[in-house]
């Protein structure tokens, strides 16, 4: 049995203490025998030992920051900005801007919406299949009105222009739990990074990326995944024929957000820059007693 007490993590054991008495009838017929009690102790693990987790609020402001749909039917569901009150373009902190409800959606008064951009859409390096598309936030927005088959919303918050478009989607609210146990898969799994939400063509530690593994692969979130140099091909200077070299290891990434088909994880670690194309596996289990999570 595992505890936690001042951060610490604590294991009841149960020792085996022996004592003599008499307790059975056997006992009476054979003579006395040693009877076995069992006693709880307290055993303090070292902080090797324990599985490391990481906390919530390091990616929490990612969260509402990016959400990604698996397919543009859904896309197409969700609500989205018409035009300003006035027929603008461009639409500011402040201003108002009818909204329309995506195919098969209605338009509730949610006293908060989040506005999204459609943003870069994800497909499998091999066959090309889409596997997400990803919306970055612009804004919030607060409902005002219904005006016949339109909604007017009023922009609370706009991190840069909101334009016609862009989508609308509740605030995420959902209970957060407070830390990820950590965990390496338990079968070999075999990806790469598909992009950099922020587009960086390089990532260090402490960059979000997204990967071409999701549920389908068994990643949830907490999964632990080696980051490597993508293979390279060269030309056998001999035979002539095409040779794969394996890449060099490139770091770790923790995933903390996984969807059907992709996922979005933190690096935790990086010996040197990594770029999209780098490959994803499963590391050696051992990692994650040395893993520095802060």
């Not at 970055?136 to 009023?154: D, I, P, Q, S």
């Not at 739990?177 to 799994?189: C, G, K, N, R």
């Not at 790469?192 to 960059?207: C, D, K, Q, T």
Request: glycine share 10%; charged share 25%.
């Amino acid at each position: 049995m595992w505890a936690g007490y001042g951060g610490r993590l604590v294991a009841l054991v149960l020792v085996l203490v022996g004592v003599v008495g008499v307790a059975s009838a056997a006992e009476e017929r054979d003579g006395p025998q040693d009877v076995v009690h069992l006693s709880p102790r307290i055993r303090e693990v070292p902080p090797s030992e324990a599985t490391p987790s990481i906390k919530r609020r390091t990616i929490a402001p990612f969260l509402n920051d990016y959400r990604l749909l698996d397919s543009r039917a859904k896309l197409k569901e969700t609500s989205y900005v018409v035009a300003g009150d006035d027929g603008q373009q461009l639409i500011g902190s402040g201003d108002r801007f009818y909204a329309r409800a995506g195919k098969g959606a209605g338009l509730s008064r949610d006293a908060r919406r989040v506005i999204y951009r459609p943003g870069t859409v994800y497909r499998d390096p091999e066959s090309g299949a889409l596997l997400g598309i990803e919306l970055r936030a612009v804004g919030e927005a607060g409902w005002v009105k219904r005006e016949g088959n339109l909604a007017v919303f009023e922009v609370l918050e706009a991190r840069r222009e909101v334009r016609p478009g862009d989508r609308l989607l509740p605030y995420r609210e959902e209970r957060l739990s407070l830390t990820f146990p950590l965990q390496v898969p338990e079968h070999a799994v075999d990806g790469e990074i598909l992009g950099a939400p922020e587009s960086m063509n390089y990532v260090g530690r402490h960059a979000i990326v997204a990967l071409d593994l999701g549920r389908r692969n068994g990643i949830t979130p907490g999964t632990v995944l080696a980051l490597d140099a993508a293979p390279v091909r060269v030309a056998d200077p001999i035979e002539g024929d095409t040779l794969h070299l394996a890449g060099a290891p490139g770091g770790l990434a923790m995933v903390f957000e996984s969807f059907e088909r992709v996922s979005y994880a933190l690096i935790l670690e990086a010996t040197r820059p990594l770029e999209v194309g780098d490959g994803v596996s499963t590391p050696e289990r051992h990692v994650l007693t040395s893993l520095d999570v802060r």
